[in-house]
Structure formats: C-alpha cells, structure tokens
C-alpha cells in the first residue's frame, strides 16, 4: 500500500510547499482580525474546495468566528469552469447583520465568485468580503477581486491542499500543478 496519492497518468510538480502556505495564513488571519476588531466573523467555507484551507484560516483569525458551510460545484468533474453555479447545500443559519467573509479556494474565471456575491448580498450581510487561497488573475471573464489573496498564481491547473481533479488529490499537504 503506498501513502502517496497515484498521479493518474499526469504530473504533480509542487508549487507552494506547506509551510509557506502556513505561514501567509498565519499573516492573513492576524490581518482580518485587525480589520475587524473584536467583532464577531462569520467565514463562510465554500465546499469542497476550501475545507482545509477554512478549516486553518479560522484557526488564524482567533476571537470569535462563526463557521457556515455552501456546497458548490461549478466544474462537474473536469478541469474548465462551466460558469454554471449549482448550490448543493445552502447555508444552515441566516447571515443578515453579520460581518460575512466567503473563504474560496481559488478564484479563475471568476464566475462563481460574481453568482455567491449576488447571492449571498441580498441576504443582508452587515459586511461581505471575500478570502481566497489562490487566485489566477489571467484567466478572468468577470472583473473579480479579493479582499484577502494567499498567493497569485499563473494561469496552470493546481491540486492539493483542498483543491481537487475529479475528487482525488484534495489530501496532498501542498499546492501542486497537475499536468495531463
Ligand atoms: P471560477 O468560477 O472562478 O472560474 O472557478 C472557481 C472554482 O473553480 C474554484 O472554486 C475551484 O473549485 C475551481 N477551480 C478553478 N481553477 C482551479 C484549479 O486550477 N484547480 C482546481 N482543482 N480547481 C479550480
């Protein structure tokens, strides 16, 4: 049994190594609590892609943070954003009044970010910014830009560290670029 994940016929070449994605957090959580004081924060993990990204972030951020989950699927299994947003599980409480921070994976085209901005501001947030680890300005059909970004990447395909291809790689410890 091998405790590497197979590469599928492709190429894993690794691009953040963990501890430089450890340590941007640590930078990006001490920022967003000094944006907000003592306030309550309410991060708002969109699924799946941002699980583990979330689930260090909030860690980061100390004080007191809600934690919401939003299924979303905009890819269906391959590696182009369709630009098709399909919520697969909403939100489980009300987010109106609330400093409501939407913590993404990665932001490409941007489409998905622009559909959950419209979508979750008609609910009435008291604030609503938006956290991504990774962001791919390149490759943008909507103007779309992040409150908090860990690391600007170029226009490649990337796994690991939550983000996945066709649900495998999401365990890989870093981001690495995968290439067919
Ligand atoms: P956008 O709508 O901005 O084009 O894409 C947003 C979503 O597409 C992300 O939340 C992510 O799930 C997926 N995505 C975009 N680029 C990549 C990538 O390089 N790798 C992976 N695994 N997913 C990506």
Do not use: W
């Amino acid at each position: 049994m091998s405790a590497s994940p197979s590469n599928g016929g492709g190429q894993l070449r690794p691009l953040i190594p963990e501890e430089k994605i450890r340590a941007r957090i640590a930078e990006i959580g001490a920022q967003i609590r000094r944006d907000f004081g003592d306030r309550t924060v309410t991060c708002v993990c969109v699924l799946k892609g941002s699980f583990i990204f979330a689930a260090d972030l909030i860690r980061a951020i100390g004080g007191d943070v809600r934690c919401e989950f939003l299924g979303v699927s905009s890819y269906q299994g391959g590696t182009q954003s369709t630009g098709v947003v399909k919520i697969t599980k909403d939100l489980s409480s009300p987010i109106e009044g609330q400093d409501v921070i939407i913590v993404e994976d990665i932001i490409d085209t941007g489409l998905t970010l622009h559909y959950l901005l419209e979508m979750l501001s008609v609910r009435h947030p008291k604030s609503l910014s938006v956290c991504t680890l990774l962001d791919k300005p390149a490759n943008r059909e909507v103007e779309m830009e992040a409150d908090y970004v860990g690391f600007s990447i170029p226009d490649e395909f990337v796994v690991g560290y939550g983000l996945d291809l066709a649900e495998l790689y999401r365990n890989l410890p870093y981001v690495a670029v995968y290439t067919p």
